[in-house]
């Protein structure tokens, strides 16, 4: 059972606009993960870790905790868990040319990939990412949340197109508390954060765009944030990334 905390406030009054200087740095951590599986706790621990640390330093760091499917059969359906995650560590699988899935993966930039709770790899990843710097800056903006909350349109500039890109948007949610009852992690209280909980992935062919998201009727927009970066397809490679804190003001 899942206890987000409760709903506060109404992520349409709240500031929607973040961007990145041109020419900063940025590094996306993308983890793959199961509630199914019990080496991901410590990864999800440093997930955690990373996305804490970087707000308090106010580095351009984007933490994303991706629950797979593919553990569901084995003792203990994630509630995170979506096959659209699968599928994207799938396409990471096909272009790192190992056609390998396993939990946890972590992916900085979408160029480095390794298991998700190796401390040190992490941190040299970050480092390096966050040392190049970015070729396309973002900014995004929530210009509609409709549907009473169910329904987020978010807004998308990027100041540089990149060609052949895509602009990835997720909707990530901090402080989740999840009692396992069955499989490896049975008995265990897990707490994730930056938990991906809508997803959506359009072609960057215009300065600026719009991207909707379904919106999880047990959201709190206190603990969410809206993350946007620019992927290149040729090599997956993250070239931009911004965010938008839904609790912020």
């Given at each position: 059972?899942?206890?987000?905390?409760?709903?506060?406030?109404?992520?349409?009054?709240?500031?929607?606009?973040?961007?990145?200087?041109?020419?900063?740095?940025?590094?996306?951590?993308?983890?793959?993960?199961?509630?199914?599986?019990?080496?991901?706790?410590p990864a999800e621990e440093l997930l955690t870790e990373i996305d804490h640390d970087s707000r308090t330093r106010g580095e351009p760091v984007f933490a994303l905790?991706?629950?797979?499917?593919?553990?569901?059969?084995?003792?203990?359906?994630?509630?995170?868990?979506?096959?659209?995650?699968?599928?994207?560590?799938?396409?990471?699988?096909?272009?790192?040319?190992?056609?390998?899935?396993?939990?946890?993966?972590?992916?900085?930039?979408?160029?480095?990939?390794?298991?998700?709770?190796?401390?040190?790899?992490?941190a040299r990843a970050v480092a390096s990412a966050l040392m190049s710097p970015a070729a396309a800056p973002l900014t995004l903006s929530v210009a509609e949340v409709?549907?009473?909350?169910?329904?987020?349109?978010?807004?998308?500039?990027?100041?540089?197109?990149?060609?052949?890109?895509?602009?990835?948007?997720?909707?990530?949610?901090?402080?989740?508390?999840?009692?396992?009852?069955?499989?490896?992690?049975?008995?265990?209280?897990?707490?994730?954060?930056?938990?991906?909980?809508?997803?959506?992935?359009v072609p960057l062919d215009a300065e600026q765009g719009q991207v909707e998201l379904t919106t999880p009727p047990d959201l709190d927009p206190d603990r969410s944030?809206?993350?946007?970066?620019?992927?290149?397809?040729?090599?997956?490679?993250?070239?931009?990334?911004?965010?938008?804190?839904?609790?912020?003001?």
């Amino acid at each position: 059972m899942t206890n987000p905390a409760p709903h506060g406030s109404d992520p349409a009054r709240q500031p929607d606009r973040q961007s990145l200087t041109p020419g900063d740095g940025v590094a996306v951590v993308e983890l793959f993960s199961s509630q199914g599986c019990n080496s991901c706790p410590p990864a999800e621990e440093l997930l955690t870790e990373i996305d804490h640390d970087s707000r308090t330093r106010g580095e351009p760091v984007f933490a994303l905790g991706f629950h797979v499917d593919y553990w569901d059969d084995l003792g203990w359906p994630d509630q995170f868990a979506d096959a659209a995650h699968t599928a994207r560590q799938e396409a990471y699988a096909r272009g790192f040319g190992s056609g390998r899935l396993y939990t946890p993966q972590m992916i900085v930039n979408g160029t480095v990939e390794f298991v998700g709770s190796d401390r040190g790899r992490a941190a040299r990843a970050v480092a390096s990412a966050l040392m190049s710097p970015a070729a396309a800056p973002l900014t995004l903006s929530v210009a509609e949340v409709a549907d009473g909350g169910r329904r987020m349109v978010v807004g998308y500039r990027s100041e540089r197109l990149s060609q052949h890109a895509v602009v990835n948007v997720a909707l990530v949610q901090r402080g989740l508390l999840s009692q396992i009852a069955r499989g490896e992690n049975a008995g265990r209280t897990l707490r994730q954060d930056n938990v991906v909980r809508a997803f959506a992935s359009v072609p960057l062919d215009a300065e600026q765009g719009q991207v909707e998201l379904t919106t999880p009727p047990d959201l709190d927009p206190d603990r969410s944030k809206v993350i946007g970066y620019v992927q290149r397809e040729s090599d997956r490679a993250v070239v931009g990334a911004t965010a938008v804190d839904l609790s912020a003001g």
